[in-house]
């Protein structure tokens, strides 16, 4: 499992979809995540806590692809475990990918590379309590609605 450590950075809601900025080690990560009543108190501004994905939700380019987009990142690759069917392949910058083990022909120890996650595939987990991040100022631009 691929973990980040986070600041929320920026946050934009539309109706019960989020998009949340995170500034990491490696740079700015979007995720997207659900309006609850839970996530309204846990992701605020300020806050820190860990990313999660999982390695097969890493999409991985040579360097001189042209992916660009948010969440789209370059690092050397530092190590790749060759099997029959996949390979795992990992980055200088933390993160490992796991893709056929033909896409990695092109690709060496050494090589820069470009990788990509889908803001879709983060989870996210904070590191305050809920009653240290109930204190903390809330950016909401969701009216509440009761549910029927």
Request: proline content about 5%; glycine content about 4%; overall charge negative.
């Amino acid at each position: 499992m691929n973990t980040l450590p986070y600041t929320i950075t920026n946050i934009t809601h539309d109706k019960d979809l989020g998009l949340v900025g995170l500034q990491t080690p490696i740079g700015t990560l979007w995720a997207f995540v659900l309006a609850t009543p839970h996530t309204r108190y846990t992701l605020t501004m300020g806050v820190s806590g860990l990313a999660y994905f999982k390695p097969t939700q890493v999409l991985l380019a040579h360097k001189d692809s042209h992916l660009y987009t948010q969440n789209c990142f370059q690092s050397r690759i530092q190590h790749i475990t060759k099997d029959t069917i996949l390979s795992l392949v990992n980055l200088e910058c933390g993160i490992s990918a796991i893709v056929a083990t033909q896409d990695t022909k092109a690709l060496a120890m050494g090589d820069l590379c470009a990788w990509y996650i889908n803001p879709s595939d983060i989870l996210l987990e904070s590191l305050q309590s809920s009653d240290e991040a109930q204190s903390t100022h809330i950016i909401d631009s969701m009216p509440q609605t009761p549910h029927n």
